[in-house]
């Protein structure tokens, strides 16, 4: 499986931006894609995840109502709408696939990740 993120950028505080996670191989393998990111000098963290089937989602409690994950599965893509950005959110924002349930958290195939820059 072959994970391509791309919709990175520099956004003012307030603003939006929509990521795109695009998937290949052998996706019909994994049950669902989760969002992740990274800033610098800390872990990374869980950000949002949703699967292929139902469409369940899940957020951090430090999105939620800011950020939206949604999926296309005839293209095997996954969106994640961010709005009203804050500086704390800027980070390398990662897609990864997972072969497990959601709930469990743990994932098998990783992209590379896209930066996300939100100016105050």
């Known amino acids: 499986v072959q994970l391509q993120a791309s919709g990175g950028g520099l956004v003012q505080a307030g603003g939006s931006l929509r990521l795109s996670c695009a998937a290949s191989?052998?996706?019909?393998?994994?049950?669902?894609i989760g969002w992740f990111r990274q800033a610098p000098g800390k872990e990374r963290e869980f950000v949002a995840a949703?699967?292929?089937?139902?469409?369940?989602?899940f957020y951090a409690d430090s999105v939620k109502g800011r950020f939206t994950i949604s999926r296309d599965n005839a293209k095997n893509a996954v969106y994640l709408q961010m709005s009203s950005l804050k500086p704390e959110d800027t980070a390398v924002y990662y897609c990864?696939?997972?072969?497990?349930?959601?709930?469990?958290?743990?994932?098998?195939?990783w992209g590379q990740g896209t930066q996300v820059t939100v100016s105050s």
């Open positions: 990864a696939a997972t072969i497990r349930p959601l709930i469990e958290y743990k994932y098998h195939y």
């Open positions: 949703i699967s292929w089937g139902v469409g369940s989602t």
């Open positions: 191989g052998r996706t019909f393998s994994t049950n669902g």
